[in-house]
């Protein structure tokens, strides 16, 4: 597959870390595309939703919550809303490249 993919692109005057990454995001697009219609198939026939109409049903009150706040509800790593939205330790107005203040390690409650 992959010769192929840059056997096509070896036309184009790229180097070949350019046409790697060609091939690289079209192919994770690809799979990636496959994998969520599979994962929604699933999760229709798991929460019987076999039509639009049933999934829009089932989402209505989700969708008319995020329509009323204005975003999607934020919740903490445990599952529950937290009160503004962010964590506790978010909330301050500097947070680090990771998103969190505190420090270099990843967040778990981002995670």
């Known amino acids: ?23 690289n995001t079209v192919l994770g697009h690809v799979l990636g595309s496959g994998l969520a219609l599979l994962e929604e198939r699933s999760m229709r026939a798991t929460a019987d939703l076999a039509t639009a109409a049933d999934l829009d049903r089932a989402v209505g009150p989700y969708l008319a919550r995020v329509a009323a706040a204005g975003a999607h509800p934020r919740t903490s790593a445990r599952g529950r809303p937290t009160r503004t939205g962010w964590p506790r330790h978010h909330r301050r107005s500097r947070r680090s490249s990771t998103g969190c203040s505190t420090g270099s390690r990843p967040c778990r409650e981002w995670q």
């Open 1 to 23: 597959m992959y010769e192929a993919a840059l056997g096509e692109l070896a036309l184009l005057d790229l180097g070949t870390a350019a046409r790697m990454g060609f091939v």
